[in-house]
Structures are given as C-alpha cells and as structure tokens.
C-alpha cells in the first residue's frame, strides 16, 4: 500500500510553493540507498555524507519529501518522553537512555536551523501533560513521580496555573517539562531537506514498488531502478507495506485540524497567553497547541485505519470532532473557524519501543516512533549511519540496549486487536478528549 496523503494539511499549505521534484528515472546506482524522505532518511543521508563522503547516496520517496508524517505532525520535539508503561518502577533505565536521546535530538535539530537558517518556528517552550478528568489525574502524578525519581526538570501546576498560562481552565492538573521545542514541522522537514549537501541525490514521487534483494539490491519504481549495495529503510508508517518489521511495527492514522489566526480581540478573551503545546496525560487524549501565530491546533483522534490514507468526507466528520474540543477548551471562541484539516500515518508498536537496527548484511532499519518522530527520526537516523559503520558512542549505546518492538498479530486478528485496544483506551477519557 503505498503512501496517498491528503493534500490539506495546514503546515505544508502555509509554505511557499516548492519547484518541480526530480523523479527517477531509468537506471540508477548508488553506494546507499534510503527509503524515505523524512526526518529519518533526511537525517541517515546526512550523516552518511560525514562518514563516508565519497559514498553515492540516494533517498527515494512515495511523495514530496518531508510531506507525509514528518510535515503533518503536531510539531513537539519532546524532551521527556512518558507513558504509562515508562512511570512503573524498574523501567527508568529504558525511559533515561530515551531522554538522553530527545535532548540530543533537540541539540542536533537546532544547531540545523541556525547552522541553515531554517525559518521554522522554532521555540523551546516546553511542554505540559494535562489531565482535564478526575480519573486521569492518577497519570498526571505519576508522570511527575517519574521526572522525580529520574531527576529530570519538571513543574506542577494546578489549575488555576495552567488557567493563567495557557487561557483555559479545561485542565485539572498538569506536570511541564521545560526543555521540549514546539516548531512549525513542514518548515522545519522542508528546511532539512533544502540544505543537505549536494552529493546527496533525492528522488521525490518515485515510490518503491518492488525489491531484489541480494549483494547489490535493486529497487524498482515505475519508471527506474536503483542498484545499491546497501539500503535504509525509513519509511516509518509505511514499514509494514513495504514487508519490513510486519509482526512488529503497525501504522496509526491520525487527523489534526488548525484554526485561523486568532483575531487581537479573541487574544484578549482568552487572557494574552504565549505558545504553549499540551500532550494528554493519558496516552489517547488530546494533543493541543497554542502557536506562535495566534492559531488551535486540535489532534483528538487517532484510529486505526486499515486504508490508511482519508477521504475529503473522512475528513469533514473529523473536523467537527476538533471544533467541539476548541470549543470546548475556549468557549468564549465560539466564532473561530477551522482552516485546514488533515490526516497523517504514524508508526507503532505494541510496547512503545522503535525498529533499530541491521535486517541483513546489507539492509538496515530505523522506525516506529509511536508518535514522536520529531526527535526520535533525527537522532536514530543518524545513528543507524553509525551502527552500520561500527562507529561506536553512548548514544548508539543507549539505542541498542532497548528493548526490540513487541510482536503483533496477522491480519484479521490484528484488525480486531487494535480496536479493541483503542476502544478500551478510550474508556474514562471524559473531557480528556
């Protein structure tokens, strides 16, 4: 199943327009091949030109690069990274060596966009994890429990703190941590992109339709072929399709709608706040953002979705379930408007742990960031790079002590299994939503 995203989303849609993409055509070869074009795979192909710059490198992708998942995410570049799962005692290791990970990811990323002067938005204004529902207040102290025993940066606010800093008294409670980025996630991908070094060669709408794999591996595409004696594959959501990690990896479909800029007067009505960006407590809850640009962002449906890309119908249902959850966070609001809404695939696993790691002598992987793909596809796409050339460091290390991703069921029984799964979840979410 190939990549067929929508053509609606609202970080992509604010961009200037780009110039024609180079396609593949005829017969290509190449030192290394990447499949994939988003943080990822822009990130591998860096950093293969640093280790190896005399290496042929070529980055294939289904779409534009940069505009499936990586441009239409929430934009958070998470500094702490948390669930259920990371606040049991006797996982901190686990979840450290993920911080570790988050805050190099941060630095990396942000040494890009001075380093190329990436227009992007790029704020570090941390983050809240909000529970707006007396039920889920127990995962609002126990993510606080979890920054306490690791030592990590936090804050608890009560209500009438998050009231005065985010313009809204929807919450109960919450925990911020300080050093997470909010950025706009088209520019930032774009920008990457657009500043890789000149011997990297992508190839835009050139999807992946078969492969042979072999000493030299030979990756077809309607019209061309690259042979490569060694590929990546970062193409995260889309994993599973091209037959990489099936009993381990499953994409998710999620739908994000952002408002118009708000008017000054509507500013005022809702207390002046700054940017913010808030992250559910609970693993299934809402994902808002207050941007720079004085716009809502709403992310309140993640679904299992076996065709994976949506309709402009699947669409307009979904965005009337983002209207009522503005509303209800801002009811003195009632006449803002939606201006985009789209939908986007992410990658999952049944533990929360990523794909890392070497497939076969010459085939490498890097996926399923459970929804923070942000950081998580910067620094492990520059890390597969070093894995595969032995290049040791204690990120590397940190990467490869992880647990590997849990196996999931075939088809049907996974079809039954992640809407049951989804379904429970969802469950005692209340206003959460």
């Given amino acids: 199943m190939l990549p067929a995203d929508d053509t609606t989303c609202g970080w992509i849609n604010s961009l200037p327009a780009r110039r024609e993409p180079k396609r593949l055509k005829g017969d290509v070869t190449a030192d290394w091949a990447i499949v994939g074009a988003g943080f990822t795979g822009l990130a591998a192909a860096r950093r293969l030109t640093e280790l190896s710059p005399d290496a042929r490198v070529v980055v294939l992708d289904a779409q534009r690069a940069g505009e499936s998942a990586s441009g239409r995410n929430s934009g958070f570049i998470v500094d702490v990274s948390t669930s259920r ?29 001075q380093e190329h002067g990436i227009d992007c938005q790029w704020r570090q204004i941390g983050k809240y994890h909000c529970a707006a529902d007396e039920a889920n207040l127990g995962e609002v102290e126990a993510i606080a429990g979890f920054c306490r025993r690791l030592g990590l940066e936090y804050q608890e606010l009560d209500r009438a703190a998050l009231t005065q800093r985010l313009g809204t008294d929807y919450y109960l409670k919450g925990v911020f941590t300080p050093r997470a980025v909010m950025v706009q996630p088209g520019a930032l991908v774009r920008g990457l992109f657009e500043s890789l070094p000149d011997s990297v060669t992508v190839l835009e709408e050139s999807p992946v339709t078969g492969i042979e794999y072999g000493p030299t591996i030979r990756l077809h595409s309607a019209d061309g072929v690259v042979s490569t004696r060694n590929l990546i594959f970062a193409a995260n959501g889309f994993l599973p399709s091209l037959g990489v990690q099936r009993r381990r990896l499953m994409p998710m479909t999620l739908t994000a709608s952002l408002t118009r800029s708000l008017t000054q007067a509507e500013r005022q009505a809702i207390g002046e706040p700054s940017d913010w960006g808030v992250l559910a407590a609970h693993g299934m809850g809402a994902t808002v953002r207050y941007t720079e640009d004085h716009r809502i962002l709403m992310r309140n449906t ?76 910067t620094i492990r796409g520059s890390l597969i790079v070093d894995y595969a050339f032995d290049h040791d460091s204690e990120l590397l290390e940190d990467v490869v002590t992880c647990p590997r991703p849990g196996w999931i069921p075939p088809r049907p029984f996974l079809d039954l299994g992640a809407l049951w799964r989804l379904r429970r979840a969802s469950v005692g979410l209340g206003r959460d939503l």
């Fill in 302 to 377: 993640a679904e299992y979705w076996p065709r994976l890309s949506m309709t402009a119908e699947d669409l307009k249902k979904r965005r009337v379930i983002h209207l009522d959850a503005i509303r209800a966070r801002f009811p003195a609001l009632e006449k803002l408007a939606i201006e985009y809404t789209w939908s986007g695939v992410v990658c999952v696993s049944s533990n929360l742990m990523p794909s890392f790691g070497r497939l076969s002598d010459n085939v490498y992987v890097s996926g399923g960031y459970n929804g923070s793909g942000v950081g998580g596809g």
């Fill in 85 to 113: 799962a990371g606040t049991r005692e006797g996982e901190e290791a686990i979840y450290l060596a993920k911080h570790r990970l988050n805050l190099a990811a941060i630095s990396a990323l942000e040494r890009l966009v």
